[in-house]
């Protein structure tokens, strides 16, 4: 820490107006983060990123636009317009150190709490689509009817 503010790296700041010396890349929020299972081997953070940035825009539309609060030497914005925003902050994959491949498993952090609310949400229809569409089996071992699913009338 002591060479961040001997180097005044202190004052940086990051796009999302945070200064550079309070950005710790360990600090997992649980109200903003998933924990991601099942995934493959060697699968990537850009394609679980990719993954979870179109499905929070198909839930929630485009993710707001970012002011960026960087500054060049001189004092002048780097960026005048706004830059466009992302519903995904961070992935990380848990990795073997020895081989670097995937261990299955990863974190995705998001912007806010509403995005977890909505991927819990997307996770827990699916299940109960999925259920509803089984099979059940009686006691006897005889296969009943599946359970049929009625909507409402403007549902989907």
Known sequence: MHEIVDAELDKVMLPDGTPLSHRSASTI???RTIFVGNLDFEAHEEEVRGLFEKLMCEERGPPPEVTSHA???DGTPVHTEPLPGEWVQSVRIVRDKATQLGKGFAYVKFVDP???DEMVALAEAEEAFVAA???QFSRQGEVQSAKKINLQEGQE
């Open 114 to 116: 509403l995005c977890v």
């Open 133 to 135: 569409g089984r099979p």
């Open 71 to 73: 500054v060049r030497l």
């Open 29 to 31: 929020d649980p109200k």
